[in-house]
T-cell receptor
Framework: EAQVTQNPRYLITVTGKKLTVTCSQN?????MSWYRQDPGLGLRQIYYSMNVEVTDKGDVPEGYKVSRKEKRNFPLILESPSPNQTSLYFC??????????FGSGTQLSVL | SQQGEEDPQALSIQEGENATMNCSYKTSINNLQWYRQNSGRGLVHLIL?????REKHSGRLRVTLDTSKKSSSLLITASRAADTASYFC??????????????FGQGTRLTINP
């Protein structure tokens, strides 16, 4: 089944404790992206990747890191999480200029 | 940023009525897409319309695109309770280095009353 798999679904952590949210797709998509969704602010792009080893900043990249060592994986790393990073996070992938497939989301709470 | 802006922010109608949502954007685009999101879940793609297209249909969905006005509309006909969700438009264009960015609006919250 074609899908984007995000883990974990829920995560509660404390300020400053490094964490990684994983994202994997099985559709051979070139394009992958991370979004955060906050009430009243819609979806805002954090980082995106056009292909392996090609990543670029979205609109809200501060406090986040990504890597794209393999085509299927695009992990999101929070080196030192802060409470303002509490949010609902989505990973998505697509062929270039085509529709996005979204993961189920990760609800992150930073205490 | 060429963010799409949906209008209205919230819409409540009776089952069986038609629902129309609008999206405006600021700069030239390659395509415009509409997505649906049930509460707290991942977005699901509905329709993609390219900049050289004016109208597209998919089942009970009809999307129009007016590039001269930089606007699009999503019409859901004969609405059902299961259509209750948030609907987002997303636009993409090419950055200076040829990088694709897809930018979402804040969404329209649609409620269908039985």
């Amino acid at each position: 089944e074609a899908q984007v798999t995000q883990n974990p679904r829920y995560l509660i952590t404390v300020t400053g404790k490094k964490l990684t949210v994983t994202c994997s797709q099985n559709m051979n998509h070139e394009y992958m992206s991370w979004y955060r969704q906050d009430p009243g602010l819609g979806l805002r792009q954090i980082y995106y990747s056009m292909n392996v080893e090609v990543t670029d900043k979205g609109d809200v990249p501060e406090g986040y890191k990504v890597s794209r060592k393999e085509k299927r994986n695009f992990p999101l790393i929070l080196e030192s999480p802060s409470p303002n990073q509490t949010s609902l996070y989505f990973c998505a992938s697509s062929f270039l200029n085509e529709k996005l497939f979204f993961g189920s989301g990760t609800q992150l709470s930073v205490l | 940023s060429q963010q799409g802006e949906e209008d209205p922010q919230a819409l409540s109608i009776q089952e069986g009525e038609n629902a129309t949502m609008n999206c405006s954007y600021k700069t030239s685009i390659n395509n415009l897409q509409w997505y649906r999101q049930n509460s707290g879940r991942g977005l699901v793609h509905l329709i993609l319309i390219r900049s050289n297209e004016r109208e597209k249909h998919s089942g009970r969905l009809r999307v129009t695109l007016d590039t001269s006005k930089k606007s699009s509309s999503l019409l859901i006909t004969a609405s059902r309770a299961a259509d209750t969700a948030s609907y987002f438009c997303a636009t993409d264009g090419w950055e200076g280095q040829g990088a694709q960015k897809l930018v979402f609006g804040q969404g329209t919250r649609l409620t269908i009353n039985p």
